[in-house]
Structures are given as structure tokens and as C-alpha cells.
């Protein structure tokens, strides 16, 4: 594989790029400030109807690693507007199916469609990306991610109040449809020569990812991250509804400020990270600080009965979670190096599978109880762990 080095960042075609994320942040946050009316509507609980949360992650994470064995073999491109092509279909699905059982069968096939598009859109920011700047491209996708929250989420929340939450599905699979037609016709030609090399071969190849050490803390803090804010997020609007009696409007505006919080976080975190490169700083403390702040701030979101104390709980849990996110997806990056794609692919699988595995766990305990709150902070905690892990086994001898 061969990627020349960028004179300068093509801009334009980045944000086309990124905006598949917008899709994928309004999809995966809507499904907080909706769960209320989606358990009303097929006469399940909370706990049930989160399955249409966990069930996407879960096969994205168990996915990803495969697409892109498969999709390294074309252009960025082509693995962006094909993903977004089935991402699309399965969530136009969920907005006609009748029962809960097929509405998960649309989760899942949109979940395949965001595991295909969603590696190539990380490796496209950072390829493509000047070298002097390439910490500023992964914080912008992760910014229009969490733009989704700002503008997707309060948006869909406005109209399931007047409508129906399923028409939110239906604006999220038509959007998507568009930027896949988009980005087949419009986005540039790329530098990148797609691999052909076997399949086996590069299965080998990214398998031997697990052997480095820094890779392996990498991804296990990542899943860890996830657990502790994505996994208790999906809970938010059931456990605000639950104890301030907000509706869903209401929660939608939550979202919002959510979203704004992960651009922060995105935005600072993205220019420490350039600032962190320039003087040879260390990149893995960065996460440390972030996962410490991040889990402190889950406790105070999840803990109090005071409504604005668990607002700035949850608005800090995801500054400080997407500018660890951004973080690690530039170390990744590094550790990857030739192997990038198959490492942000894991990464990805680890994001989500974080995800599901603490949505289901949180699904099994009384909302917003003892254990609850026990098992988002020891999410929480185990990130910090391995991020120290990872900081005291990158330190020089210099630095010690």
C-alpha cells in the first residue's frame, strides 16, 4: 500500500468525508431522548426496547475488523458510499417495520453499513491530511459526530414530540442515501493505492496488531471509554424522565448541549494535540487526564437529584470523552502505521462493543440504583487504569 504525503489538507473533501458522521452521531445518540416513546409504542420496558441501542453496536463492533480486511482492497471511497448505501437501507427499515423483532433486523443491517463506512472515514482524515495538521482532521470528524448531537438530536427529538420517532429514522436513512450518492460522484481521487495482497495475508496482518502492547491498552481504554459514557448515555432520557419528568423535547435539548460539549472537547482536545506533537510532549498522558475527568464527571451525571448538577455531569463526560476518543484514534494511527485501517477497524469494534456490553449490563439493574451508578463508574475507572498502563509503558527513561 502506498499513500504519498500531503503538501496540504483537502478541506472540502474532508468535511464530504466527515459527514457521514453527522449521520452516525444523530443515530447513535436519538436513541436516549426516544427510548421512552419507542418501549411506549411496542408496549416493552426500557430495558427492552434498548436493545434497538446495544443490538447496532454490537454488530458493528463484531464487523468492523472483517470490512476492512474487505474494503482496504478499494478506494476510501468506495468503501464510504457502499457503506452508506446499506447503512441506509437497514434504517429506512426501522422506520416501516412493525414489530420490535424486524426493527432489529434493520439495526443490524444498518450496523453492517456503518461498520463499511465508518474505519474509512478515520483513515481518510488522517491520509489525506498534512502532516502539521493531522491532529486537527481526526478532532474535526470527531466534531461532526458530535455535531449529530447538536443538530440531529434535538432536531429528531422535535419531531418524534409531534410526530413519531420513526420518521426520525426516516430523515436519517434518506440523508444517508443522499451523501452516499454524494460521495460516489464528488469526492476526489485519493493518493492511496488499495492493497492486494490475500485475504488470509492481511488477516494475519491485522491479527498481529494484538502483539503490540501499546495497540492492546490502546483499544482495551477505548472499550472501557465507551462503557462509561456512550453505554450510560443511552439511559440518560429514561433516568432524566424518571427523576425531573422531562419530556421528549425537553431531552432532545439535553442532547444538544451534550453535542456541544463533545465539540469542545474535540476542538481543544485536537489542538493540544498538534500543540503536544510540536514539543515532543507526551500524547498518552493526554488520555490520562481526560478518562480521570471523564469518569469523575459520569459519577456526578449519574449521582445527584439536582437536575443542572447532572446536566454539567453529562456535558463534561463527553467533552472529556471525545477528546480522549480523538486521542487515541491519532495514537492508533501511529501504532498502526502501514496497518491503519485494520487498527482503527479494531478500535471501531471496540468502541462499540464497549457500548454494547455496557448498555446491556446497565439493562440488567434497576435504572439510576446503586449498582447502576457502580457499574458506569468502574467503567470509568478500568479506563484510567489502562491509560496509565499505556502512559507508564510509552514513558522514556528520560521522562521517568
Known sequence: MTVAVPVSTPWPAQRLAA????????????????????????????SEASVMGWSFSLVYATLSPVAALVSNRFTRRSAMWFGAAVFSV?????????????????RVIAAAGAAIMGPPVWSFASETAAPHEVGKAVAAVASTFAAGQVIGVPLGSLIASFASWRWVFLGLGLVGAILAVTIGL??????????????????????????????????????FAQATRYATYTFAGALLLSRFGLDTAELGMVGMAVGLGSLAGAAIGGRLMDRVHARN????????????????????????????LSLVGWVVTFAAGSAFV???????????????????????????????????????VALGGTSFILIAGASGAFTVAASLILWRGTETPARR
Open 186 to 223: 464528488r469526492l476526489g481521487p485519493e493518493a492511496r493505492i488499495p492493497e492486494r495482497i490475500r485475504f488470509t495475508a492481511a488477516a494475519r496482518e491485522s491479527l498481529s496488531l494484538w502483539r503490540q502492547k501499546n495497540f492492546s491498552f490502546l483499544v482495551c481504554a477505548n472499550f
Open 19 to 46: 459527514s457521514l458522521f453527522l449521520v452516525l452521531g444523530t443515530d447513535m445518540f436519538i436513541i436516549s431522548p426516544l427510548l421512552p416513546q419507542i418501549s411506549s409504542s411496542f408496549g416493552v420496558s426500557s
Open 90 to 106: 437497514g434504517t429506512l427499515a426501522v422506520a416501516v417495520l412493525p414489530t420490535l423483532d424486524l426493527v432489529v433486523v434493520g
Open 281 to 308: 510532549g507526551s500524547q498518552p498522558l493526554l488520555n490520562v487526564v481526560y478518562a480521570s475527568i471523564m469518569t469523575c464527571s459520569i459519577l456526578l451525571a449519574t449521582m445527584p437529584e439536582i437536575l443542572w
Open 326 to 364: 480523538s486521542n487515541g484514534q491519532e495514537l492508533l494511527s501511529q501504532a498502526g502505521g502501514r496497518n491503519r485501517a485494520y487498527a482503527l477497524s479494531w478500535n471501531n469494534a471496540a468502541l462499540y462493543a464497549g457500548t454494547a456490553a455496557g448498555t446491556y449490563l446497565l439493562g440488567l
